[in-house]
């Protein structure tokens, strides 16, 4: 169900058996009043995990940028062997 401050549109919508039985013990078992209302928190989470994937992608973005900033400054440190590897970590 869509609430009244919000714009509503009719849309059908058509899902798998499986999410079919699913949809209906949500509103079986009381969690929601109608078909309607699970399929739109379904969207809703779906909402928020694409925002955080967004979130996510940008501070990933923003770390790989920082490095290439690093290298091109010089701030590195050249590790050639596992032995120099396993000392680094081993200071951490």
């Not at 009244?4 to 549109?9: I, K, L, T």
């Amino acid at each position: 169900m869509v609430s009244s401050s919000e714009e509503s549109r009719i849309m059908d919508v058509t899902v798998p058996k499986s999410l079919e039985a699913l949809v209906r013990r949500k509103v079986e078992e009381g969690q929601y009043s109608t078909e309607d209302e699970v399929v739109a928190d379904a969207l809703r989470l779906m909402q928020a995990r694409d925002e955080v994937a967004q979130i996510k992608l940008a501070r990933l973005q923003d770390a790989i940028d920082r490095g290439y900033q690093d290298v091109a400054a010089g701030k590195v440190l050249r590790l050639e062997s596992d032995d120099q590897i396993d000392a680094f970590f081993a200071d951490l």
